[in-house]
C-alpha cells in the first residue's frame, strides 16, 4: 500500500473521482454531477499539481484515501504567514473504520512539515468534531457578525449609490479595496489576479452574488452576499459604506437587520457610531475552522516585531513579564518571547503563539490578540 504524493496525473485524476463519490454522497448529490463542480474547484484558485494530491493507494491507479493541499498566504495585519490549506480529506467508504485517515493524516502532517509552512488550516465538517484534536488542530475561527438594524441604516441614508452585478472585465477593481478593508484583520489571504476571477465565477456558481457599489458612475467597493447576509464586503469611504447597506437592506423589505459576516476589526466598524447593531463571535475548540502551528519560531518572531515595534513608538522602559506561559523580554531595542520549554502546543498556547482573540483565555495586554477569521469566498 503507498501513502504519499500522487506520482501521475492518471492518480490525480482517481483523487478527484474518489472526492466526487464520497462528498457528492453526503450531500445528496451524483459522483458524476458533483464531479464537474469538483474539477471546476480544484483547477480555479491554484493549480492542481500531483505533489498538492497526497494519496492512499492499494494499487496502481487506485485511490482509496485523498488529502487535497491548497497553499496560500494569510495574513495578521499586516503579517503574513504561510499556510498549507487541508481540503477534501477522505476514505473510499469501503476502507472506512480501518485506521487508515489516521495513516493519511500522520503523512500529511510529515509532507507539509517538510516544506516549511508556517501552519496549517483545515475545515471540519460537524461529523467529525473532536477528531482533529488528536492531531494538535484547534478551532480558531472567531465566526465574528455583525447585526446591523435595518430601520437605522434606511435612516441614515443620505448619498445615492447604486448596486449592479459585478463583472468579471472588471473583478480586479476589487483588490485594494479588500486590502484596505481587512488590513486589520486576522485571516486576509493574498489574492492574485486569477484567483480574484476564480472567487467571482465559483461565488456565481454557487447562487451568491457580487454587487459592485456604483456612485456616481464609477464603481467604489463591493458587497459579497446571500439574501440579508453579507459575507464580504469592501468600501473604504465611510459615508458611502452606510448608504450602500440602507440600499442593501431595501432589497428585502420584511427583513429587520442587515447580517455582516466580517472580523471584528474590519473598518465597516467605524461607520456605524449612530447605528443600532450588535457583534457576535463564537469559540469551539474541537471543530470548524481549524489550525495547527507548525513553525513555533515563526510566530515567536513575528510577535517579537510586533511588540519591538509598538514598545519603541511609546517609549517603555526596559522590562521582563510572564502571562500563560509566556516569557517577555524587552531591553529597549529589540523584544524576546520565549514559551515555557515544558508547554505543550494545546488550544491556548496555539491562541497565544498566533496572537488569537479566544474568550477564555485572559488576554495579555503586552500583545492585543485579533479575532482569526476566513472569509466565506476563501471556503469555497
Known amino acids: ?69 491548497c497553499p496560500r498566504i494569510i495574513h495578521r495585519a499586516q503579517q503574513p504567514f504561510s499556510c498549507a490549506g487541508i481540503s477534501s480529506v477522505c476514505i473510499e467508504p469501503s476502507w ?69 452585478a459585478a463583472c468579471l472585465e472588471d473583478i480586479d477593481q476589487c483588490a485594494p479595496w479588500y486590502e484596505e478593508s481587512y488590513q486589520n484583520c486576522f485571516g486576509r489571504i493574498t489574492r492574485s489576479s486569477n484567483y480574484w476571477h476564480s472567487l467571482l465565477e465559483n461565488i456565481q456558481r454557487s447562487k451568491y452574488q457580487v454587487d459592485f457599489v456604483r456612485y456616481h458612475g464609477k464603481n467604489v467597493g463591493y458587497i459579497i452576499h446571500n439574501g440579508s447576509i453579507i459575507f464580504e464586503i469592501s468600501i473604504p469611504s465611510e459615508d458611502l459604506a452606510l448608504s450602500a447597506l440602507a440600499v442593501f437592506s431595501r432589497k428585502d423589505p ?56 509598538q514598545f519603541k513608538q511609546m517609549g517603555i522602559l526596559p522590562f521582563v513579564a510572564t502571562h500563560n506561559q509566556m516569557t517577555y523580554s524587552w531591553n529597549g531595542q529589540s523584544v524576546e518571547t520565549r514559551l515555557a520549554a515544558e508547554a505543550p502546543l494545546n488550544y491556548i498556547t496555539t491562541a497565544q503563539l498566533m496572537g488569537v482573540q479566544i474568550l477564555t483565555m485572559q488576554p495579555t495586554y503586552l500583545d492585543i490578540p485579533l479575532y482569526f477569521n476566513i472569509s466565506f469566498p476563501d471556503q469555497l
Request: charged share 25%.
Open 254 to 309: 420584511m427583513a429587520q437587520v442587515v447580517i455582516l459576516e466580517v472580523p471584528a476589526e474590519h473598518v465597516i466598524r467605524l461607520s456605524f457610531s449612530e447605528i443600532d447593531f450588535r457583534m457576535e463571535t463564537r469559540q469551539c475548540s474541537y471543530g470548524g475552522h481549524m489550525v495547527r502551528i507548525l513553525n513555533t519560531n515563526s510566530f515567536l518572531r513575528a510577535m517579537q516585531n510586533r511588540l519591538a515595534a
Open 96 to 164: 472506512q473504520g480501518k485506521g487508515l485517515s489516521k495513516l493519511l493524516m500522520n503523512k500529511v502532517l510529515e509532507i507539509i512539515e517538510s516544506r516549511n509552512f508556517d501552519f496549517t488550516l483545515l475545515f471540519g465538517r460537524r461529523a467529525v468534531d473532536y477528531y482533529y484534536n488528536q492531531f494538535s488542530f484547534f478551532g480558531m475561527s472567531s465566526y465574528n457578525r455583525f447585526i446591523v438594524s435595518s430601520r437605522d441604516l434606511q435612516r441614515s441614508h443620505k448619498i445615492e449609490i447604486e448596486l449592479v
Open 1 to 69: 500500500m503507498y501513502i504519499g504524493c500522487a506520482r501521475d496525473w492518471k492518480e490525480v485524476e482517481a483523487a478527484r473521482h474518489l472526492a466526487a463519490k464520497v462528498f457528492g454522497r453526503i450531500i445528496g448529490q451524483e459522483a458524476s454531477v458533483y464531479e464537474k463542480a469538483k474539477i471546476s474547484l480544484w483547477d480555479s484558485f491554484s493549480p492542481v499539481t500531483p505533489e498538492n494530491i497526497i494519496i492512499i493507494s492499494d494499487c496502481p491507479n487506485s485511490v482509496i484515501g485523498l488529502v487535497r493541499l
